[in-house]
């Protein structure tokens, strides 16, 4: 079953907006992981915030993290035609080396 | 650079057509896995590796197997495809320290998309 569970599904911006998603989960995590993918691709690790962060920022990136409401956010801010893809947050939570993902945001930014 | 990469990027196979999808990598990692993930879906893992120690997921059909001769390959077998088959395989890495370690970080292939017809 899944761990994450992402909202909103899709997200459609212009350029130069700022653009929000959120992961909730629900068991306790070791950390968190956003990772993008671009249609037809494999997935590109953006980020991981462990469960003692807050926040975290890279680049263009901000991601915060609510260990008592068992949420996440990821921030894209001035958003590209490029940032165009799928986000999906992915969480370990102890055991056998693995990530569960979430159903993933798809985020489209038009020019 | 260092990476994971994936043969073939598409796979068309017959319905019971036996296919094996093969991935390697160079960044010398421990940890390989290998994801279904369908249309719009999230990746689900299928089974991994933790070195030699194969992991499978409890809920993947016995018509998916992999092997892992080395370091480098990991290949995933297909005994029987059937048409709900028919999705993206991706392959990852990650290096663990420990069995059941913290998994950090990540690093896919691009996908074989695989059709059955």
């Known amino acids: 079953s899944q761990q994450g569970e992402e909202d909103p599904q899709a997200l459609s911006i212009q350029e130069g907006e700022n653009a929000t998603m959120n992961c909730s989960y629900k068991t306790s995590i070791n950390n968190l992981q956003w990772y993008r993918q671009n249609s037809g691709r494999g997935l590109v690790h953006l980020i991981l915030?462990?469960?003692?962060?807050r926040e975290k920022h890279s680049g263009r990136l901000r991601v915060t993290l609510d260990t008592s409401k068992k949420s996440s956010s990821l921030l894209i801010t001035a958003s590209r035609a490029a940032d165009t893809a799928s986000y999906f947050c992915a969480t370990y939570s102890g055991g056998y080396n693995k990530l569960i993902f979430g159903a993933g945001t798809r985020l489209a930014v038009h020019p | 650079d260092a990476m994971v990469i994936q043969n073939p990027r598409y796979q068309v196979t017959q319905f019971g057509k036996p296919v094996t999808l093969s991935c390697s990598q160079t960044l010398n990692h421990n940890v390989m896995y290998w994801y279904q993930q369908k249309s719009s879906q999230a990746p689900k893992l299928l089974f991994h590796?933790?070195?030699?120690?194969?992991?499978n997921e409890a809920d993947t059909p016995d018509n998916f197997q992999s092997r892992r001769p080395n370091t480098s390959f990991c290949f995933l077998d297909i005994r029987s495809p059937g048409l709900g088959d028919a999705a993206m395989y991706l392959c990852?890495?990650?290096?663990?320290?420990?069995?059941?370690?913290?998994?950090?970080?990540?690093?896919f292939g691009p996908g074989t998309r695989l059709t059955v017809l």
């Open positions: 590796y933790y070195d030699k120690d194969f992991n």
């Open positions: 915030i462990r469960s003692n962060e």
């Open positions: 990852a890495t990650s290096r663990v320290q420990g069995a059941g370690g913290p998994s950090d970080t990540q690093y």
